[in-house]
């Protein structure tokens, strides 16, 4: 299918209505998140069962594309699949969607069915997932047992949608001196080797926070080196919370994109920052946000990015407006288009949909382990705020 073709699809799909749901009362604080219904409450339990989906009205109007609740997520792209992972909910320590057509997902249910012994369940986090040679890599968070310490640990599994099995004895990443860890994502460098982000959990308790990466070894379930200091939290609209880390690699640059502030706040917001390569150093670019609450979502943060039809795509989650003061309330995803140019990011999804027709320039971009032939339009320069 043709580019125009799959913007034509898009478009006329801009009617597509999500669903919602409701869930428990709870109120919001940092650590102390309850699991709420998810995926499973607006597309059915486990079972194939599907739940709509409204890409056009999310690039172009920048609405949530799936009206469940879909923290920290993370997108792969297998073939023509999208497979998209989640925080935890009540039903699924790893919820699943997949997309394979752009009408409609299907709810897998738990792609992490089992936790290791050494773990507590109820509170893990921000999924990422590498594409290895003959399997799947998982890297989740989880809580120490008996402890309040977050760490990172790892799964495998032989199909992206699962089951992923963790068979370690402790956690692949946690640097208790520091806090914990929490926040893994992946990132290729240019000359094939894979890298672990993430964060140090120094706001668990009175700690500075700052984000880190180190090299994976083959295989994936295991680093080498030392972890390297990439960017530490400030004052200002960070709050000093640092977290969410996730980069992308063009021909040129090494973009390292961060979540900070308190997430349950229209505080939260997205930064970014330039580095000389994976391993840092890096600089703030600006000393304002690069997205911070838009009309229809409010405290946007968790962004990852990913690969497809030629274009840098970004998922990330929100808080629908006034959900922040509803018990309850459900952390939604939402979807952007983003284009490098001049060692800059801009989302374009909302401000100019033609991205995604024509082309006057190609890049090779490496987005979360994909290698994309980018094109894109000349354009001039516009702001990255919503």
């Known amino acids: 299918m043709t580019i125009t073709g799959v913007v034509a699809i898009l478009l ?24 709420t219904d998810g995926p499973a409450a607006v597309a059915g339990r486990a079972g194939g069962e599907r739940a709509a989906l409204r890409p056009a009205r999310g690039l172009l109007r920048g609405v949530p594309v799936f009206n469940g609740d879909f923290a920290d997520p993370y997108v792969l792209r297998v073939g023509d699949s999208f497979f998209a992972y989640s925080t935890n909910t009540d039903d699924a ?7 394979e057509d752009p009408l409609a997902a299907r709810y897998l249910g738990d792609a992490l069915p089992k936790l290791p012994e050494w773990s507590d369940p109820g509170f893990v986090w ?8 003959e399997r799947y890599v998982l890297y989740y968070v989880t809580r120490l047992a008996d402890t309040e310490t977050q760490c990172i640990s790892s799964a495998v599994s032989a199909a992206p949608s699962g089951p992923f099995v963790d068979d370690s004895e402790g956690p692949m990443v946690c640097q208790r001196d520091l806090g914990g860890s929490i926040d893994p994502s992946i990132v290729t460098d240019r000359d094939g080797a894979n890298w672990l982000l993430f964060k140090n959990d120094g706001n668990c308790c009175g700690l500075p926070t700052s984000l880190w990466s180190q090299e994976l070894a083959p295989g994936g379930r295991s680093l080498l080196g030392d972890p390297a200091r990439l960017l530490d939290a400030r004052a200002g609209w960070e709050g000093e919370l640092i977290e969410g880390p996730s980069m992308v690699v063009t021909p040129d640059d090494y973009l390292l994109f961060y979540s900070a502030n308190a997430w349950d706040s229209e505080r939260y917001a997205i930064g970014w920052a330039t580095c000389e390569s994976v391993s840092g150093p890096c600089r703030r670019s600006t000393a304002d946000p690069w997205m911070d609450s838009t009309k229809f979502a409010r405290g946007p943060g968790g962004q990852e990015f990913f690969g ?4 840098v795509w970004m998922v990330y989650h929100g808080w629908e ?20 140019a001049d060692g800059e990011p801009r989302r374009v999804g909302a401000r100019n949909s033609g991205t995604l027709v024509g082309a006057v320039i190609g890049a090779t971009v490496l987005v979360g382990g994909t290698v994309l032939w980018r094109w894109r339009k000349r354009r001039g320069r516009s702001p990255g705020r919503g």
């Open 321 to 340: 407006p006034g959900d922040l003061e509803v018990p309850g309330a459900q952390r939604r995803l939402y979807l952007e288009v983003v284009e490098v």
């Open 12 to 35: 006329a799909m801009w009617g597509v209505a999500g669903c919602g749901s409701d869930a428990d009362e709870v109120v919001a604080r940092p650590g102390q998140r309850r699991q």
């Open 308 to 311: 497809a039809l030629g274009d």
């Open 126 to 133: 921000a999924p990422a997932v590498l594409a290895d040679v």
């Open 93 to 99: 320590n790893v919820p699943i969607l997949v997309v």
